[in-house]
């Protein structure tokens, strides 16, 4: 994405209404800054009339006074206007956020999410969030109100003492040249440390999801990979703190130069009598707290720069590349019907998983895919899904190209029972029904005994009331992959794919799932990875894959015993 200003890239991923908040309050901080300026530069008129007992430019010390009062309770109201507009905006940037991703990550191919995604995510839309939520709310809004002073009193010193007006107009620019040269430093050092923040995060999500296989092989108390990504970070971040440092000390040394040759100035001009004493007084405390404003600002763009990757970030996963969605579908001819017709697929553009593969399933057939690890079985399953697009050729589900189908209809015409059976903490009973929400009570029943689901409900404390935990973690392995053939069966769509269904049961709840398929043959079309004899003899076609991922033969399975081949 062409790099611009944080704030544009802001109103990219908010609601008109929360960028119109956004647009109040910094037009409030604006203004509010504006009269924040005018109220430290009336103090000096008001100072030296105090001094010297007289008016100045025609009026009083309590003139003066009476001005800074009216300026300064408008600058407070319109302040706490434009804060509270700029918070709103800052809360409502993060939901329209969260929204934008949801909506970006469910259109995602699955080939985008790997091992690390989890953590990057949850890190993206937890810690981040927050973060460039408070750039909305604090770090901009403030700058805002900050440079309107700072033009103010820059402007107005012109009138007071042009000699003051020129050394800040100079001044100024040579102060912002180093402050974003500081700025440039402290990116530089986050680029280099993010990555690394990243890993770590990853790693230890990885070290709590899979504490059980750790353990199995005693390496909790030492995980080589989460020990490298914390020493890696660690020296990574040595060299960033170092470039981070210097950036924050040129940021330090450019306010200390311009405040220093400005007392020098001022002290100069005093000595030489052509500034009059308590003016000199007045002009060195409004060039202390110009300095202050310029601190603050540095302040600010640096805070804002440090949450620079973190937009980035969010910016890539949202230019990655959609699947295309068909904006309407074209008519379902052959309903139940799947046709692979010539498919060649790789994930990344160079190791082919899948070459020239063709083959049709009927409706209301069972069809097994077989061969040996890494042949394609999955993938298969995943292209009719559309997780994936293929590189080449065409995947036809109920007589239409996947690719003319909105993801809605595809998804209609698909159950999928998969390895990695995902639940969500809800009740048992909630988790089947998602199946299809509009289910009866005697049809979920049904599915449930057919499926072996009614057994773990009968023990679970709270039966089928009893929630499941993250993920489904407080069941089995073999319990989720019942609960997902329940979702199946209640579903009743016209195309079932399953992936090794039976893996991981024992013997008794086998037949459940068993079962179970025998009653979605009777309405559905199946296509079942598996490796159990008796699942392949009761198929209706057996497509046996190579190692190449080619179609070596395709036939029942009587028949292709008795034929040379695979």
Known sequence: MKRQALL??????????NWRMVQIGYSSGFVSGVLNGLSLMILLPAIVSLAEGGPVFGLSFWNWMLILLVVGVLSIVLDFIGQRYSYIGGLGFMNDVHQKVGDKISKLPLGTFR?????????????????????VANYLYKNFNIIASLVIVALLFWMWDYRLGLLLTLGVPAYLLLLSLSKSLINKGKIMSEPCEEKVAARMVEFAKCQGALRACHATSDYEALSSALKQADTIGRKALAWQSLGMFLGGMAKQMLVTVSILLIVSLALKGSMDVFVAIACIGMVMSFSKMLEDVAGNVSGTEERRQQMERIDALMDTEELKEAQESKELKDIGSVELENVSFSYDKENIVLNNVSFSVKPREMCALVGPSGSGKTTIEHLIARFYDVDRGSIKVSGVNVRDLTTRDLMSQLSMVFQDV??????????????????????????????????????????????????????????RQRVSIARALIKKSPIVL??????????????????AMEELRKNATLIVIAHKLETIQTADKVVVLSKDGRVEQIGKHDELTEKEGA
């Open 115 to 135: 091992a690390d995604t989890a953590g990057k995510l949850s890190r993206m839309v937890t810690a981040e969030m927050m973060n460039l939520s408070s750039s």
């Open 8 to 17: 544009f890239r802001f109103k990219r991923y908010m609601a008109k209404k």
């Open 422 to 479: 995902y639940l969500f903490n809800e009740s048992l009973l909630d988790n089947i029904r998602m199946g299809n929400p509009g289910a009866s009570d005697e049809e979920i029943k049904k599915a449930c005994d057919l499926a072996g689901v009614t057994e773990i409900a009968n023990r679970l404390p709270d039966g089928w009331e009893s929630r499941v935990g993250e993920g489904g973690s407080s069941l089995s392995g073999g319990e």
């Open 498 to 515: 399953l992936d090794e269904a039976t893996s991981a049961l024992d013997a008794e709840n086998e037949a459940h799932i068993v079962q």
